[in-house]
């Protein structure tokens, strides 16, 4: 079985630890955190992950901002990015089917579940 490799880029540590555990524990995936949204990019650049996971409001950086930063770099112009945000409802998501302006979204709190399968699906698309 192949293990992605996920950075989780999020300003709150306790949200990623208990993010990253639960992905770890499937055994299906490592993951990096990185809660300092100035260094995502030169984090992503080192880890070169399978797939982001990519909070949408943080300080000194959104995730939009980041975003566009790994767009516009060669090297990871191509991973897949899943907006996590509590700026959108589970009712606004559900409607728009987890896509909203060809980005996918997550809304906080997370269902673990619902992440794993949202993270499935991004990797088959890319793949």
């Known amino acids: 079985m192949t293990i992605h490799k996920i950075l989780l880029v999020d300003d709150e540590p306790a949200f990623t630890r208990v993010i990253r555990n639960y ?14 949204s100035t260094k995502a990019l030169a984090t992503a650049r080192e880890f070169k992950p399978d797939l982001i996971l990519l909070d949408v409001i943080m300080p000194d950086m959104d995730g939009g901002e980041i975003a566009a930063q790994l767009r516009n770099d060669p090297r990871l112009n191509q991973t897949p990015i899943i907006f996590l945000t509590a700026a959108v409802s589970k009712e606004d998501v559900t409607r728009q089917g987890e896509v909203i302006g060809g980005n996918t979204f997550l809304p906080k709190p997370v269902d673990a ?15």
């Open 113 to 127: 579940e619902e992440l794993i399968g949202a993270i499935d699906r991004k990797l088959r698309a890319a793949a």
């Open 23 to 36: 992905l770890q524990e499937s055994g299906r995936f490592y993951v990096r955190m990185e809660n300092t």
